[in-house]
């Protein structure tokens, strides 16, 4: 991973003047690919063709026993809903920060056991200097289940977690220091699960900081929408489909649901307990302007916020092994 020292956090200077040229071959090649599926599966009546996107989604088991030095065990919240968790945990002792990771997929595909995130939590676990215990949750999905069916899952394995971590969390799990983190749908996942969670005051669990990356939020309009309308990996059509399949029936999308920091937005201000906030961005990606104004407007209702770019970065970036 680059080193965070190197990565300017100001809102300013995104992308080149041909930020495609800096994708090597085999990513524009995946990206394509990954996008061509997509699109086939997305039905214009709002279903979805699951049999293809399982094209796009290998599954990773648990291993309950370690595996280069960190274990992983499945665990059921709620049966009906289909609700679970997979806990992953390193060998060395505790006391660790746990972080309560909501996978991405545009609220419609892939789960906690898919390989990339599987290999993702493996590798922040690997990485990170302060070893961490994580919780991937796996939630409801499109288009069967609708707002707010992903936002009830996520708090509610929150809650779950937190009441029973000691028996679903190993026992150098540390809940009093505990961080919501994800990309994409599941950053969105996280901003609201975490509003949910600062009104509600779950006495159990600490929430010290909130890790969106590249949170799936939007708008009426925005300028790198228009800049990046035919990215790759993620593009203006296919999130006019996601927003009109999750939100409520007649809403637009400066629904508080996708405008997080809009006109309809939950006043963070009053709310003493919303973590600190760090905020990663990719200059390829249309989402990048509701990025940077969900940056700012966390500064400006007093919160603590930090804004990370990758300038010539496209959306999920971080799935692509072959990226620095």
Request: aromatic share 10%; proline share 7%.
């Amino acid at each position: 991973m680059p080193d965070p020292s190197n990565i300017s956090s100001e809102v300013t200077g995104f992308g080149s003047s041909d930020p495609l040229a800096a994708l090597p071959w085999t990513t524009r090649a995946a990206a394509s690919i990954i996008f061509k599926i997509q699109n086939s599966a997305c039905h214009a009546d709002v279903t979805i063709n699951r049999r293809l996107l399982k094209l796009l989604d290998l599954k990773a088991p648990p291993t309950p026993n370690p595996v280069d030095g960190i274990s992983s065990s499945d665990f059921t919240v709620n049966t009906n809903r289909n609700l679970w968790f997979r806990a992953f945990s390193p060998t060395s002792s505790g006391p660790l920060p746990v972080i309560i990771y909501l996978h991405g997929g545009g609220f419609s595909t892939m789960s906690a056991a898919s390989w990339p995130y599987d290999t993702f939590c493996r590798r922040l676990i690997g990485e990170v200097p302060a070893l961490i215990v994580i919780a991937s949750v796996e939630y409801r999905h499109l288009w069967e289940h609708r707002f707010p069916c992903q936002y009830d899952d996520g708090f509610d394995a929150l809650r779950s977690i937190a009441e029973n971590s000691a028996t679903v969390l190993s026992r150098n799990a540390d809940v009093s220091r505990c961080f919501l983190a994800r990309d994409s749908a599941g950053g969105n996942l996280a901003h609201h699960v975490a509003v949910r969670a600062a009104q509600s005051r779950i006495e159990q669990v600490k929430i010290r900081g909130l890790i969106p990356i590249q949170p799936f939020f939007g708008g009426q309009s925005g300028q790198s929408e228009i800049r990046n309308e035919n990215a790759p990996i993620l593009n203006v059509s296919q999130m006019d489909w996601l927003w009109w399949a999750f939100l409520p029936e007649g809403a637009d999308r400066d629904h508080a649901a996708a405008n997080v920091s809009g006109p309809s937005a939950v006043d963070t201000s009053v709310l003493a307990e919303l973590p600190a906030t760090i905020v990663f961005a990719g200059g390829i990606d249309p989402l990048r302007d509701w990025l940077v104004k969900y940056y700012e407007w966390l500064k400006r209702s007093g919160k603590e916020a930090e804004l990370v770019r990758y300038p010539d970065m496209v959306h999920g970036f971080y799935a692509f092994p072959e990226l620095p």
